[in-house]
């Protein structure tokens, strides 16, 4: 029997074992995003950190090393097909071809900038490209509270933001995003919202209202635009690790997925049950994309969020499907 999530317009089948996973997946898979001919790169932190699977889940490769991203964080696809990665660790954002040759690097590998300072980069996360100008937007990151905007080919042009929980201040911008016309969203993370910007860095709208959103994916080819966010739990976070397991079963608190249009409106919450491997939860949502037929793939850290922390450890799931559907025959709503 399937397993529902959502309603209405938004209702989705819980797809849990999904793709040919190289080694069961131990480990946390960052980030996910889909090219031109709807194959899915899985940014992830094992030995080869980029795997392409094709549309139906089928392995097809994978590239890089353990060298080259410490510790994959996001990924981007281009309207080239161009592979945009960041690294927290290597404090780098790459443009790689689909079979993993470097076509340009920005920052310099393995050293950071000053924490706090605002100059690009420390622990860089995600990466953003303008569709008329091909501008890229980078959020940077767990020790800068920076947007860095920069030209196709490099230059740096324009950076915005401070830290603090103002308008327009961050407090770990976490993921990044551009739709059609051009605004510019990102995942505020610690300050549980998403700020929405004009592509000069004048803020636009705040939402809130999500605990820590990390996740974030704009899905620019159906006619909406809707914003598709994962979200993290903003009480694991306060809380502390050591009742993270009380903590991440809260419910209303995360982790889930929310769907939201462009003018701020919340359209729905997906597997919004607690945190958990079990049937119809989730772990910890950190990056998200959305298929042209309208299924979303959820990357989970669930490794270091939960299976690492478990007595004894184990493997715990990270990946999630949510396929959609329009009528429930024979189901299991959750």
């Known amino acids: 029997m399937s397993l529902l ?74 309207p080239d097909d161009s592979v945009w990665l960041t690294d927290v660790f290597d404090h780098t954002v790459r443009k790689c071809t689909s079979d993993g040759k470097v076509l340009m690097t920005i920052g310099v590998s393995g050293r950071p900038a000053t924490a706090m300072s605002g100059e690009p980069f420390n622990q860089c996360t995600h990466v953003a490209i303008n569709p008329h100008t091909g501008d890229l937007f980078v959020s940077d990151g767990y020790l800068n509270p920076k947007v860095h905007k920069y030209s196709p080919d490099g230059r740096l042009l324009y950076s915005w933001g401070q830290p603090g929980n103002d308008p327009g201040q961050f407090n770990l911008p976490h993921n990044i995003a551009t739709d059609r ?22 803020l636009e709208h705040v939402w809130t209202g999500m605990a820590m959103p990390c996740g974030l994916c704009i899905d620019t080819r159906s006619p909406e635009q809707l914003c598709y966010i994962g979200e993290l739990s903003s009480v694991w976070w306060t809380q502390g690790l050591a009742d993270f397991w009380e903590a991440w079963n809260r419910p209303g608190m ?15 919450r997906l597997c919004d049950n607690g945190q958990g491997d079990g049937r119809g ?38 990946f999630l499907r949510l396929a959609k559907v329009r009528k429930s025959e024979s189901q299991t709503h959750v």
Request: hydrophobic share 35%; aromatic share 10%; net charge positive.
């Open 254 to 268: 995360g982790p889930r997925v929310s769907i939201y249009s462009l003018d701020g409106r919340l359209q729905a």
């Open 281 to 318: 939860q989730l772990v910890a949502p950190h990056g998200i994309a959305v298929t042209p037929e309208g299924d979303i793939l959820v990357a989970e850290v669930s490794h270091t969020i939960l299976g690492s922390r478990l007595k004894p450890s184990r493997p715990v799931r990270n």
């Open 5 to 78: 999530t959502g309603g209405g317009d938004y209702l989705y089948e819980v797809i849990e074992e999904w793709g040919e996973m190289p080694n069961k997946w131990t480990y946390d898979i960052a980030g996910v995003a889909i090219d031109s001919k709807s194959r899915v790169y899985m940014f992830n932190r094992g030995d080869t950190p980029v795997v392409v699977l094709d549309k139906g889940g089928k392995f097809l490769h994978s590239w890089g090393d353990k060298k080259m991203f410490p510790r994959a964080h996001g990924i981007t696809i281009g």
């Open 181 to 202: 016309d051009g605004y510019v969203y990102v995942a505020d993370r610690h300050n549980n919202r998403v700020q929405v910007f004009t592509p000069n860095g004048k």
